[in-house]
């Protein structure tokens, strides 16, 4: 199997190189992740500007051990790149080696530990920002009809789905419409005294430079796990402001709301086993590469699609459970 890919495009004679990661203690989760920020290449600016001079031996800073391996993933060397330091900081970190994770945790866990390590207070609100999802919640009583708004935000987009056929366009509409709550799930109105029926919905008020989509395929039911699987369409490219004009707040401002999908994060097999890897679009020549581990190969756009269908995948196991990384085209190419 080899360890990474090494062609020619093209490219002025420019050699376009993607480097494989080695599964380490089952580390397939962390090793797709890793793919998918080195393709940020957003985040990897930010942390080459950050001067971490004075931390070259704190073994237990995740952002330190995260920016060592990120230079040598972009590195031209014919081996996997090192990353068994970076694995280790997060077991130091309750992320531990030999057992399965679930991406999305891992992904959020490295993201707040970012905040926490890193000491330049303006660079780690840099990297927050660039998946902060800036939203209104909106609770409204249903017997009084008293309004409590709320703001707060999210890292990702937590979009059910369901048994049958899905869209991602219709998923996020269904994540914006308006749910009403009773019995057991009724809110406490402050008006009323007590609980009761509500009205519960969310709006947008900024979205950021990179839009994390995650599906959630797992039910969880009397003590036991489960995985959905059902189809879901989705597009290489969409304007976030033509899928649900009620999903946005009064106070959204951004012109530029279009989006391109550069990452998918895969995992094949059930809710108690199966395997992490990766689909990535490289920044230079748009092309999309399978990160399999160690082994990376060249894909197509069709291949990226046919992963979210629960039938065929690279690993031949399904269905499968996807995390989507959209970011703005205005800040990689024009769409």
Known sequence: MSSRLFSRFGLRGVVITMRGLSNHHQSCCVNSLLQTFSATWELTDILDRWDSSGLTADISNVPLQLKKVLSALRSNAPHSAAHIDFLRCLDRHSIRLCVQHDADEVLLSILNLMQQQINDRALALEIQDLYKISVQTHVQCL????????????????????????????????????????????????????????????????????????????????????????????????????????????????????????????????????????????????????????????????????????????????????????????SRDVC
């Open 143 to 330: 017997e009084c009809t008293s309004n409590q708004t709320q703001t707060s935000y999210m890292l990702s987009l937590p979009l059910h789905i369901n048994e049958d056929h899905n869209s991602l366009e219709s998923c996020m509409t269904s994540f914006f419409e308006h749910q009403e709550l009773r019995g057991r799930n009724c809110c406490y109105c402050k008006q009323c005294e007590s609980k009761t029926p509500t009205k519960q919905g969310v709006k947008l008020l900024s979205l950021p430079r990179i839009l994390r989509v995650h599906l959630k395929r797992f039910r969880n039911r009397s003590g036991s796990t489960r995985k959905v699987d059902s189809k879901v369409t989705f597009p290489e490219t969409f304007d976030f402001s033509e899928l649900h004009k009620e999903a946005f707040s009064s106070d959204f401002t951004q012109d530029d709301c279009k989006y391109t999908l550069y990452t998918v994060v895969v995992h094949s097999g059930t809710a108690s086993c199966g395997h992490y890897t990766a689909f990535v679009r490289h920044k230079d020549n748009k092309g999309w590469y399978y990160a399999d581990d160690s082994h990376v190969e060249k894909a197509s756009w069709e291949e990226v699609k046919k992963t979210y269908g629960g039938g065929y995948s690279y690993a031949e196991l399904e269905p499968v459970k996807m995390t989507s990384y959209y970011s703005r085209c205005h």
